[in-house]
């Protein structure tokens, strides 16, 4: 594979996508769409600000709607950036390093989506900063005992890293731009992002350094976070809720929902940008592989739920199992379990996995159905709690839908303006991986 | 011809990095130490070449976590033990098993910024302006092997013979 000229030639695309808008009618065209429904959030987010968490479905019980579900579904996304980029690097998995850029920035702009949840679903959100422990007049410190405070810390520090290590693998792409411009604005701009970056063997050496250690920590950090997300439920009494399976089925689910949405991107780039000699059928049959086995593992989570709400011998946890497969929401339970467990065992299939076709309507459904998961697991639980006086069911509102779709939107839109502005291949790792294949 | 003392350096340019690294390493010999070398991504054989040993980036990150490690568990133990207690069931306000959650996320915050602002700050980044930007080898995407005009032993009619005894297949002088 050295020199071979394809990935050379893809190389020099992936420069040029960014310094001669190569591909310019496909990034317009995603561009736009994404920015109508950048408008669509921007509106939704007007209307909440003016007229409150009314105009969305929630009730008591189901005080947690489409906003957490939303939230635990975009940081669940947000985890196979950091797994392709940390863990499997760590694994010396070196097929990763064509897509590692790219699902790195996934991650950053699923965690800002996600970020933005916690914020607006506060009925009184311009007191966020609540949430921080500074010294105040009112005397009082946020409650380290509890996941929501957990959370805070767990994905303020998530973010924070992911940003790290993504822009530190990034330095020296931009060096390479700064010194292949054609513009001297381009120039200009790339040599202050890449802070002087000349590539002596003295900066690589701390360069690997700190790379190796993000990613170490980085690790754990993925595992971590969306532990503590799953203890927002866990650490409830709620039948249903109050789960130790939680936290690995949690992390499992989100590198699965993950992958998912790695390839929904990865597939139509590499189709319009002509970068295929760089995710090649091989790269996407890896990520197949992990979506099965991390699919797997949630399979089994529903399965031990089950028995467990049965095993236990708890009535109200049975209760919540037969409401959620046979009561109102039956149809969306039923979903989950073919959108999660039955049709991705096709992915057992090597022609599926090596079709970009199939694997893109794969990943779709995957999506839809761990939605429908998150769904399923906050709504359902809070419709049917202990006290039967107090059961009530949840029907989104216009507004809900609005906001998840505009959501959608605002990731979009972000990603298409790191691809106008970054090489969202990273280019001198996959000439590392090339040249000593 | 430029004179002596405008020049910043020779560069040579190599077709990989094992013919670099054995150029670095004879470079050494010869009694040159202002050596620079450049790949256009990581490389360890070079820099084992260079005779380069330092883990200043893995210590310091190791300091920093514990820094992080003290300051997260330090928040919760005085907000929650010392400056508002609040009894509630009569447990234990210094919830260990609770406070692991946000002393660990700080531990990995600090470790993490301690890491990236180190490789810059140790390499003396950001430096926008640098005479090796001049050279077309270098920003060129090869590796080479610099030499610095001010080096001791620096001689130009001896650098380029040694640079094309040692196997480089370019050569370029920088203007500081």
Same mark, same amino acid.
């Given at each position: ?119 607006? &679903? ?103 976070? &969306? ?14 809720? &109050? ?195 | ?176």
């Amino acid at each position: 594979m050295k020199n071979d000229p394809a990935v050379r030639e893809a190389s020099q695309r992936v420069y040029d996508i960014v310094l001669r808008h190569y591909g310019n009618r496909a990034w317009w065209a995603g561009f736009l769409i994404s920015s109508f429904f950048l408008l669509v959030l921007l509106v939704a987010l007007t209307v909440l600000f003016w007229w409150g968490v009314g105009i969305w479905g929630i009730n008591i019980p189901v005080a947690w709607g489409f906003a957490i579900v939303n939230f635990v579904w975009w940081i669940g996304i947000g985890h196979a950036g950091t797994f392709i980029s940390a863990v499997l690097y760590l694994c010396n998995q070196n097929w990763r390093n064509s897509i590692n850029r790219l699902s790195e920035a996934m991650t950053l702009f699923a965690v800002t989506c996600a970020g933005m949840f916690p914020v607006i &679903h506060l009925g009184r959100f311009w007191r966020v900063y609540w949430l921080a422990p500074y010294p105040n007049t009112m005397e009082v410190w946020p409650q380290f005992r509890s996941p929501l405070i957990w959370d805070e810390f767990a994905v303020g520090t998530y973010f924070t890293v992911s940003i790290l290590f993504w822009y530190l693998g990034l330095v020296p792409d931009l060096a390479a731009l700064r010194d292949t411009a054609p513009k001297r604005l381009q120039k200009i701009f790339y040599g202050v992002l890449s802070f002087g970056w000349s590539g002596s063997s003295l900066q690589w050496a701390r360069f690997q350094a700190a790379y190796g250690i993000l990613a170490g920590l980085a690790t754990p950090l993925v595992v971590s976070v &969306h532990s503590i997300v799953s203890t927002d439920f866990a650490a409830a009494q709620v039948p249903g809720w &109050h789960n130790a399976l939680f936290p690995p089925y949690f992390v499992a689910g989100a590198i699965f929902s993950g992958f998912a949405m790695v390839l929904t991107f990865a597939i139509p780039l590499r189709k319009f940008f002509h970068l295929e000699a760089l995710i090649t059928p091989d790269h996407m049959d890896k990520m197949a592989k992990v979506m099965l086995a991390t699919g797997l593992i949630v399979a089994y989570g529903y399965i031990m739920e089950g028995f467990m709400a049965w095993y236990s011998g708890s009535q109200e946890e049975w209760q919540l199992l037969r409401f959620r497969f046979t009561g109102p929401y039956a149809v969306v339970s039923w979903l989950v379990m073919i959108c999660n467990v039955i049709i991705p065992q096709a992915l057992w299939l090597p022609r599926v996995r090596k079709s970009p076709l199939l694997l893109f309507i794969l990943s779709l459904v995957i999506n839809l159905g761990m939605w429908l998961e998150r769904f399923v697991i906050i709504v359902t639980a809070l419709s049917k709690d202990f006290l039967p006086s107090s059961w009530a069911l949840f029907y989104p509102t216009f507004w809900d839908i609005a906001t998840l779709i505009g959501s959608l939107g605002l990731f979009s839109w972000l990603f298409f303006l790191f691809i106008r502005f970054f090489p969202m291949i990273s280019v001198h790792e996959v000439k590392k991986e090339y040249a000593e294949a | 011809m430029p004179k002596h003392d405008e020049i910043f350096g020779i560069v040579g340019s190599f077709p990989d990095q094992d013919i670099l690294a054995s150029a670095a390493r004879s470079a050494r010999e010869e009694g040159y130490t202002s050596l620079t070398t450049y790949s256009p991504y990581e490389s360890e054989t070079a820099l084992h070449a260079l005779g380069w040993r330092d883990k200043k980036v893995q210590v310091g990150a190791f300091l920093a976590g514990l820094l992080g490690i003290g300051v997260g568990y330090f928040l919760q133990y005085y907000t929650t033990v010392i400056s508002y207690p609040i009894n509630i069931g009569g447990r234990p306000l210094n919830s260990v098993p609770a406070f692991m959650q946000v002393t660990f996320e700080m531990m990995v915050l600090c470790a993490a910024l301690f890491s990236f602002f180190a490789v810059f700050f140790m390499s003396g980044l950001p430096r926008l302006h640098q005479p090796v930007f001049n050279s077309r080898l270098v920003s060129g995407d090869r590796f080479c092997l610099l030499i610095n005009a001010a080096d001791p032993v620096f001689d130009r009619e001896k650098v380029l013979c040694f640079l094309k005894s040692a196997g480089a297949r370019e050569f370029e002088e920088i203007t500081a």
